[in-house]
């Protein structure tokens, strides 16, 4: 990520919190903990003396969420799909991986969080998510470490078996969080 106005700077990179686009530390100002860049710093000045709470997130509905998952599992499961059907034939000319089975039991998770965890940890964003214009947050709206990419992603395969319980405080919480997201402390908002 660069700097918009310094091409040259890629380190100490933020994005400002109104506008999204990329800016480094030189460029933004923090306002009650969060960084503006010049542009945004105006109206967002005007928004705290006027009162009105721009920091809200707008969180992603439980539908674009299922949505979101829905194209990443299709997109994940076709180069599995295509693993597995190697593993078959070669089982079935008498090759030798009858006890490379096992291995293969463990595939699709390891695909499913290394796909999630890099995408989450390099943009925010899976492709389903890209999709259905959501994104991955930490919970007070700033971008993804890459150690909460990779927890949440790995708490969420190790709660895969408990798929429904996962999503369930889902449906009751207002920021509409699962348990993988509580535990990396991130949300999943809409996204432009």
Known sequence: MLCRNHIDVSEGIRRCARCGVPFCNDCLVDISGKPFCATCK????LDVRSG??????DFASIGRRFGASFVDGLLMWIPI???????????????????????????PSVVAVTY???MLSARGQTLG???????????DGSELTTGQAWGREITRAVLGFLYIV???????????TTLHDLAAKTRVVNWA
């Not at 105006?42 to 000045?45: A, C, D, N, S, W």
């Open 52 to 57: 009105v709470e721009r920091g809200v997130l």
């Open 42 to 45: 105006t109206e967002q000045l």
């Open 166 to 176: 996962d999503y369930l405080p889902a449906l009751f919480t207002k920021e509409k």
């Open 116 to 118: 999630q965890a890099l």
């Open 81 to 107: 799909a295509i693993m597995i059907a190697i593993v078959g034939f070669a089982s079935a000319t008498n090759a030798r991986v009858n006890g490379a089975w096992n291995f293969w039991f463990l595939v």
């Open 129 to 139: 998510k890209m999709a259905l214009k959501v994104k991955v947050v930490s919970a």
